[in-house]
């Protein structure tokens, strides 16, 4: 099966918006028989998609599936490299291992591994991370920016603010940013962000960006314990939320930011992040492996690093902490 053809067979009908495609025409142009459209058409139904053919005039596509596959990823995104491979999984232990074998492998910059559903998911620090089936984002992007290995890990910040923007874009919602990997509605957690990275000492060979999103869970999809500190933006809005539209505007703004972070360093993605921080200039405590200290959020250096300053006045630089407000 050529499976460019395919996605380019859907792509056409998506375009088409309900009107139809022109199966003899399809055939012509990509040298195929009208039989093979038609087998492909019966795979899409398959796959979820109601299509209805309509004598002497073509295939209607009518409706998609809710589901984040490469057809519906690739009907949105307006990308040069971020998405346009996607490795679709219905279920796997966790895709951050995925990608980072992926990675080793060599597959081009802006690969996506992205599945419905995770059994093991991870977060920060090996926590367990809730990935209910077809209700959220599970997905791992590997990337392959110009950048040093003491660069990396500021792409948490650049992932956070292209997330924040593109849930902007598509639900209208203003979400803050928790320093330095939450996203947060209504100051419930709605969004994890896990950086990780292949290096040499001087080079990035490869940052794999696992993102977690929840998106169309009710409350009681959560896990007791999670009820509590988690939100989605169903939860929010009201709404379901296009899960594939949503990732695509995620990619675009990423490409878009990762670039910006490349050509002109960290200054305008700390100005970004900096207005939607939700601790700047708030009390915060935060818990460290070794050590807990309190004192006021000043907000991020051009490090990337979060800055507190001490009831003593002096200030410090925190690499990395859990953050309790
Ligand atoms: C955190 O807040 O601690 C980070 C959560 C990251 C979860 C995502 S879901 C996709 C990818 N696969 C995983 O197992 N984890 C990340």
Not at 12 to 31: H, I, N, T
Not at 211 to 226: A, H, R, S, T, Y
Not at 248 to 265: C, N
Not at 277 to 301: D, F, P, Y
């Amino acid at each position: 099966m050529n499976t460019n053809v395919k996605n380019e067979l859907l792509k056409r009908l998506f375009e088409a918006e309900g009107q139809p495609v022109s199966g003899q025409e399809f055939a012509d142009e990509y040298g195929l028989s009208r039989t093979a459209i038609w087998k492909y058409i019966k795979e899409f139904e398959e796959e979820g998609y109601e299509i209805t053919s309509i004598r002497k005039r073509g295939y209607a596509l009518i409706t998609s599936p809710d589901r984040v596959n490469s057809a519906n990823i690739l009907n949105h995104l307006e990308t040069s490299a971020y998405g346009r491979s996607v490795d679709y999984y219905e279920s796997v232990e966790s895709t951050q291992p995925i990608a980072h074998d992926a990675a080793q492998a060599g597959v081009p910059d802006g690969t996506l591994i992205v599945a419905e559903e995770q059994t093991a998911g991870r977060g920060r620090l090996y926590r367990p991370w809730s990935s209910t089936a077809r209700k959220g984002i599970w997905m791992s992007l590997v990337i392959r920016p110009t950048l040093t290995p003491q660069q990396a890990p500021q792409m948490t910040l650049v992932a956070a603010v292209a997330i924040v923007r593109a849930i902007e874009e598509v639900t209208g919602i203003e979400a803050t940013i928790k320093w330095p990997n939450d996203i947060l509605i209504n100051g419930k957690k709605m969004t994890g962000i896990l950086t990780e990275l292949q290096a040499d000492p001087d080079r990035v060979k490869a940052i794999i960006i696992g993102i977690g999103m929840n998106v169309n869970q009710e409350e009681d999809d959560f896990p007791d314990e999670l009820q509590s500190i988690a939100t989605s933006l169903k939860i929010a809005t009201g709404q379901h939320i296009d899960r594939a539209k949503l990732i695509t505007s995620i990619l675009g703004y990423l490409e878009q930011y990762t670039k910006m972070y490349e050509k002109h360093g960290f200054g305008p993605i700390k100005l970004l992040w900096e207005g939607y921080s939700n601790t700047a200039g708030k009390r915060i405590r935060a818990v460290m492996l070794n050590e807990t200290i309190e004192g006021t959020a000043l907000g991020i250096s051009d490090e990337g690093l979060l800055e507190l300053q001490l009831d003593d006045g002096s200030v410090r630089g925190i690499y990395s902490a859990d953050i309790q407000i």
